[in-house]
């Protein structure tokens, strides 16, 4: 019996008490070591699933609660996968509406407006800040046409490069350090968004040259410096027309 208690103690210690448990850990007053005690009250039940409390400081794509009937993302959160996630850095606000039985968790930023949050199936602008044979790592500056206060993190798979020739894409022959990129948010990891180019009209939008100078694509896959000539290889944005660019470099 004993060995059986432990069993069932360390389980509820290491997994959390579950919304179909109705259970709760209380400190018993006389005898002064903890109890398991069935929870009456449903809406303390549902407090449980809350991962972050009101007031916390927390980053993007940190978990912040559950996301099911009771609990919904509202400004600066995101859902995905039932989990509701930060999707900016401030302070976890948690306001409870008892006649809906919901509460609505967000994140807010003292003095700036509403966020706008990429979504699955947004278009977004972002700049290549780093590549490793698997993927491109990239801060996101726009969603749609809306610029955003503060970057987001996203990544580009080597598998979501392109549809064409999949298996002999390359991040290294793709894209570059500093390129400007059109990609569409295709899934939410934790801190990053998952984004692809596989179609056409995404991809490189705009790179620089070693010389400084903004390079100019020659064919889809083939981006060149108008100055030195050196050419690159790059996943061109189809909405990029080619042209004779006479610019100095800054």
């Known amino acids: 019996m004993n060995s059986s208690i432990s069993t069932e103690n360390k389980s509820v210690a290491g997994e959390g008490i579950k919304e179909d448990e109705g259970y709760e850990w209380v400190i018993d007053e006389e005898e002064g070591v903890p ?6 009250d449903r809406t303390k039940v549902r407090v449980l699933n809350v991962q972050a409390n009101d007031g916390t400081f927390v980053m993007p794509g940190q978990k912040l609660a559950v996301a099911n009937e009771y609990f919904e ?11 509701i996630y930060a999707a900016i850095v401030g302070k976890v606000c948690i306001e409870k509406f008892p006649e809906q039985e919901l509460t609505v ?22 700049t290549v800040v780093n590549r490793t044979y698997g993927l491109a790592r990239c801060l996101i500056t726009h969603v749609e046409d809306v610029e955003l206060d503060d970057t987001m993190r996203g990544i580009i798979r080597r598998e979501y490069i392109t549809d064409k020739n999949r298996d002999a894409a390359e991040i290294q022959s793709s894209f570059g350090v500093g390129d400007i990129i059109l990609a569409r948010v295709v899934g939410i990891g934790e801190g990053d968004f998952i984004m692809s180019t596989s179609e056409d009209a995404l991809g490189v939008a705009s790179a620089t040259s070693p010389a400084g100078y903004q390079m100019i694509p020659i064919d889809w896959t083939t981006m060149e410096c108008p100055v030195s000539k050196a050419r690159v290889s790059r996943k061109v944005a189809k909405i990029v027309q080619p042209q004779i660019l006479k610019s100095e470099p800054s």
């Open 73 to 83: 993302a509202g400004e600066g959160a995101y859902e995905f996968a039932n989990v």
């Open 35 to 40: 109890k398991r005690k069935k929870i009456e």
């Open 105 to 126: 968790v967000s994140v807010k930023r003292k003095g700036k407006a509403p966020f706008i949050s990429p979504t699955i199936g947004s278009i977004v602008t972002c």
